[in-house]
Nanobody, 125 residues
Framework: EVHLVESGGGSVQAGGSLRLSCTAS????????LGWFRQGQGKEREGVAV???????GYSDSVKGRFTISRVKSNHTITLEMSDLKPEDTAVYYC???????????????????WGQGTQVTVSS
């Protein structure tokens, strides 16, 4: 069984930085995609950043230029470096895995079949 464990998050003032990490365990193969999604209070869950097996990354327009996703395939870990944080970045951030696809950076959530528990990010103004 595949498990995703997130770490990082917390509270920061606007303009600050935070780093999230996610480690996958129990993955039966190496060809899969990982991504970060977030859900603010009263909002729908949305894609933030996705990285595929080739380490090609995709970002939502709202975080492009501020967030960086990276991947270490050898230990099934991804990180999300978040800088210039804004109050609207406040949300629960979820790590997710798409075990069926090697390539692509779309945010279609129906392909992401395994989810972490989520970690809170709070940005104050």
């Amino acid at each position: 069984e595949v498990h995703l464990v997130e770490s990082g998050g917390g509270s920061v003032q606007a303009g600050g930085s935070l780093r999230l990490s996610c480690t996958a365990s129990g993955v039966p193969h190496i060809g899969y995609r990982l991504g970060w999604f977030r859900q603010g209070q009263g909002k729908e869950r949305e894609g933030v950043a996705v990285i595929d097996f080739a380490s090609t990354a995709g970002y939502s327009d709202s975080v492009k230029g501020r967030f960086t996703i990276s991947r270490v395939k050898s230990n099934h870990t991804i990180t999300l470096e978040m800088s210039d944080l804004k109050p609207e970045d406040t949300a629960v951030y979820y790590c997710a895995a798409d075990l069926g696809r090697w390539y692509g950076v779309d945010f279609n959530q129906r392909f992401f079949d395994t989810w972490g528990q989520g970690t809170q990010v709070t940005v104050s103004s």
